[in-house]
Nanobody, 121 residues
Framework: QVQLVESGGGLVQTGGSLRLSCAAS????????MGWYRQTPGKQREKVAL???????NYADSVKGRFTIARDNGRNLVYLQMNNLKPEDTAVYYC???????????????WGQGTQVTVSS
């Protein structure tokens, strides 16, 4: 069993900041990457930021320069620092992790339950 537990969402004014955290726990052999996606009603889930175990990072163009992703490999944690938030950042944010549960097992994508981020204008 693997769980991803998120925290840190909430309501903030335009220009404000929030920090999201996600902890992966359970039967984990290795984690290839961890990251964040977001979704608004009627739209597809979109990637916000991903970070690999080696530290390679990929951001959506819409958040470059404003959001920073970081990872604690030893504790299976990933963070998303969101600065200069805009109303268009309003969404449910989901933690994602690609996990291998055993040495010879497949890599599977796991998801958190989602945390609401609302940016008021």
């Amino acid at each position: 069993q693997v769980q991803l537990v998120e925290s840190g969402g909430g309501l903030v004014q335009t220009g404000g900041s929030l920090r999201l955290s996600c902890a992966a726990s359970g039967s984990i052999f290795s984690i290839t990457h961890m990251g964040w996606y977001r979704q608004t009603p009627g739209k597809q889930r979109e990637k916000v930021a991903l970070i690999t175990s080696g530290g390679s990072i990929n951001y959506a163009d819409s958040v470059k320069g404003r959001f920073t992703i970081a990872r604690d490999n030893g504790r299976n944690l990933v963070y998303l620092q969101m600065n200069n938030l805009k109303p268009e950042d309003t969404a449910v944010y989901y933690c994602n992790a690609r996990i291998q549960r055993s040495r010879y097992g497949y890599e599977i994508d796991y998801w958190g339950q989602g945390t609401q981020v609302t940016v008021s204008s």
